[in-house]
């Protein structure tokens, strides 16, 4: 609730600074004063007209440092869009929670100002209430890799200077010196490594299994705005004992294809033989380490181990049943929406059932929904189609991992 009528337009104003704006925030029955608001992303917000459905950032300690939403003080209501079945994400966080660390998410329904704006999709933020949950502590340094058409976050060596590092990685923690000499020396040691001595050298400063697990999924879920795709749109977690972690992010453009984009990768072109599929540009020097032509045994061994930890019953694929049971009501799933009403009074009072493990739950009632008087808005960008063999290689000079 905002003291003003004019809240969407004041936040419009001020979207790329850090202001936010004051509003009460009511949630299963509870008020939150003093909670900060803003418009947040960016084809989510530049592609939805003003008047229609933009996704929001929360501060829940905008004003008391001790404020939290069920333990959580950042909230994140996406839009989702370009994605109509609003699942994306959900979809993906439930999946990927199995096999490593990754942003909840769920949904939830939003008034504003006694007007229904429909159902967001809530998202976890990658800060320091999700390394304590995840890794027992917030200490460590955290980067974010921002996503462009033309991105080039892939881990590529650049030197020993660390400005064009700072180009490519969002430090999202204390902008410290030594944090960006143990990221440089990943790439160094990711892109200069004999690929016969980069095991022993790799294994103490990343996690292998991890990042396997992570391409393996991203892969699988189809998600084509990620690693494999544009070198971007994924979280880097450096551990203070010095390892390595990738974390998923931006969930929201997976199961779906795309359309290609207008430009090619950095540097232009695409070296060696394609494999007969989309994307190129992941595969263009693939699986094949050596570059002989051929692709062995020992080179997709670790891509078929990860992809084969997603296939829940050993059949060799990965069928629509082996994840229905988690997203239908009738199997066990997460329940139907609950009633937005249940008393009959007008408001929403009381935790829904199975809001998951204390993450935000359903929020207030809801009814206009949707994108607003124009209908769904268009995708984020071209990407590329997505029809895949699950062998994607992408050890590549722009995506080394």
């Known amino acids: 609730e905002f003291d003003t009528e004019t809240w969407e337009e004041d936040m419009a104003k001020f979207k790329d600074t850090d202001v936010e704006m004051p509003a009460t925030l009511t949630v299963d029955g509870r008020k939150y004063p003093m909670v900060g608001v803003k418009f ?3 084809s989510s917000f530049g592609h939805v007209p003003a008047g229609s459905k933009r996704s929001l950032n929360l501060s829940m300690d905008f004003i008391d440092r001790d404020q939290r939403l069920y333990g959580y003080k950042t909230i994140n ?7 109509a079945s609003f699942l994306s994400s959900i979809l993906y966080s439930h999946l990927a929670a199995d096999y490593l660390p990754v942003p909840k ?14 159902v967001y999709s809530n998202v976890q933020q990658y800060n320091k209430d999700f390394l304590k949950e995840f890794y027992g502590t917030t200490a460590g340094a955290r980067w974010k890799v921002p996503g462009s058409p033309q991105a080039d976050g892939g881990l590529r060596y650049l030197g020993e200077d660390i400005d064009p590092y700072r180009q490519r990685f969002e430090i999202k923690s204390k902008d410290d010196e030594d944090s960006w000499k143990a990221l440089i020396n990943l790439c160094k040691v990711l892109n200069e490594t004999p690929a016969r001595d980069l095991p022993r050298a790799i294994e103490p400063i990343l996690n292998v299994e991890g990042v396997l697990r992570f391409l393996a999924i991203d892969v699988a879920v189809v998600n084509s705005d990620g690693y494999w795709t544009r070198a971007s749109d994924f979280s880097i977690y450096l551990e203070p004992s010095g390892m390595f972690h990738i974390i998923p992010h931006d969930m929201n453009e997976a199961f779906r294809g795309g359309h290609r984009p207008g430009g090619g990768p950095p540097g232009g072109g695409f070296r060696g033989r394609g494999l007969g599929f989309r994307p ?13 032509g051929e692709l062995s045994a020992e080179e997709i061994k670790n891509v078929t181990r990860a992809l084969a930890s997603l296939d ?13 049971p988690r997203f239908d009501p009738d199997q066990g799933g997460p329940p139907d929406f609950p009633s937005p009403d249940p008393d009959g009074e007008g408001s929403s009072s009381g ?3 199975g809001a998951p493990q204390g993450f935000p739950g ?3 009632a809801g009814g206009r929904g949707g994108f607003g008087r124009t209908g769904p808005p268009g995708g984020g960008g071209g990407h590329w189609d997505s029809t895949l063999d699950p062998l994607v290689g992408l050890d590549t000079e722009r995506m080394p991992l």
């Not at 209501?77 to 994605?83: A, E, V």
């Not at 190129?280 to 002989?292: F, G, M, R, S, T």
Request: hydrophobic share 30%; glycine share 10%; proline share 7%.
């Open 40 to 42: 947040r992303g960016q």
């Open 77 to 83: 209501l996406l839009n989702c869009n370009g994605d």
């Open 105 to 118: 998410a769920n949904m939830m329904k939003v008034v504003i100002n006694g007007e229904s704006w429909g």
């Open 280 to 292: 190129p540009h992941p595969v263009e020097e693939a699986i094949d380490v050596n570059k002989d």
């Open 312 to 324: 829940m019953n050993k059949d060799g694929r990965i069928d629509p049943e082996e994840v229905r």
């Open 351 to 353: 935790k829904p059932q």
């Open 362 to 364: 359903f929020g207030r």
